[in-house]
């Protein structure tokens, strides 16, 4: 299986603080992409990373990538109640099929 | 949603019944995509198409088939839905050198 795997699998925290979750996959990549879902909808794009960076800013997000470990991470700054949903990470390999991990569910606390 | 609609939004079926499930789209894209999402395995790929009569098997196709006939419409069908099937289906869209994928808003599907 390419799916790739998320730690932690539900993370919990005030608003305020940073929030940060992990992936990892199993293949080589040429981008690695977060997704994020909130209960009961579809998944939305939030940032892609390109297999030759190794940090990527957008707002309060920021992510990288470490191919040589094959993982990447996400975190969220100043966390607010609106970012409560799951996140996920997806790898795309040489076609253009993405390959999701098994998400983190972040609760942010008012 | 970008343009993306899935139907019927919610359905409950008889195990051993056809089951066709339908992504509609009205952003031109070529690529199209169906997963499923169950607790603790995340999304999985059940089938692709990268265009028209362009179809393949993704990692979890087993029970699954699909069609697409026009740019807008690919089907999914249970071709005899049984209780492992229950699940939530995603469809989702992209472009050819274009890597964000746009998602539907999702079909719970519950076979009893």
């Known amino acids: 299986s390419q799916q790739g795997e998320e730690d932690p699998q539900a993370l919990s925290i005030q608003e305020g603080e940073n929030a940060t979750m992990n992936c990892s996959y199993k293949?080589?990549?040429?981008?690695l992409q977060w997704y994020r879902q909130n209960s009961g909808r579809g998944l939305v794009h939030l940032i892609l990373?390109?297999?030759?960076?190794r940090e990527k800013h957008s707002g309060r997000l920021r992510v990288t990538l470490d191919t040589s470990k094959k993982s990447s991470s996400l975190l969220i700054t100043a966390s607010r109640a609106a970012d409560t949903a799951s996140y996920f990470c997806?790898?795309?390999?040489?076609?253009?099929?993405?390959?999701f991990g098994t998400g983190t569910r972040l609760t942010v606390i008012p | 949603d970008a343009g993306i609609t899935q139907s019927p939004r919610h359905k409950v079926t008889e195990t051993g019944t056809p089951v066709t499930l339908r992504c509609h789209q009205t952003?031109?894209?070529?690529?199209m995509y169906w997963y499923r999402q169950d607790p603790g395995h995340g999304l999985r790929l059940i089938h692709y198409?990268?265009?028209?009569?362009?179809?393949d098997k993704g990692e979890v196709s087993d029970g699954y088939s699909v069609s697409r006939s026009k740019t807008e419409d690919f089907l999914l069908t249970l071709e005899s839905a049984t209780s492992s099937q229950t699940s939530v289906y995603f469809c989702?869209?992209?472009?050819?050198?274009?890597?964000?994928?746009?998602f539907g808003q999702g079909t719970r599907l519950t076979v009893v």
């Open positions: 293949t080589s990549i040429n981008n």
């Open positions: 989702a869209i992209s472009e050819p050198g274009q890597p964000e994928a746009f």
């Open positions: 198409s990268y265009g028209v009569k362009d179809t």
């Open positions: 990373i390109r297999s030759n960076e």
């Open positions: 997806a790898h795309q390999t040489g076609a253009n099929n993405l390959f």
């Open positions: 952003e031109n894209h070529r690529y």
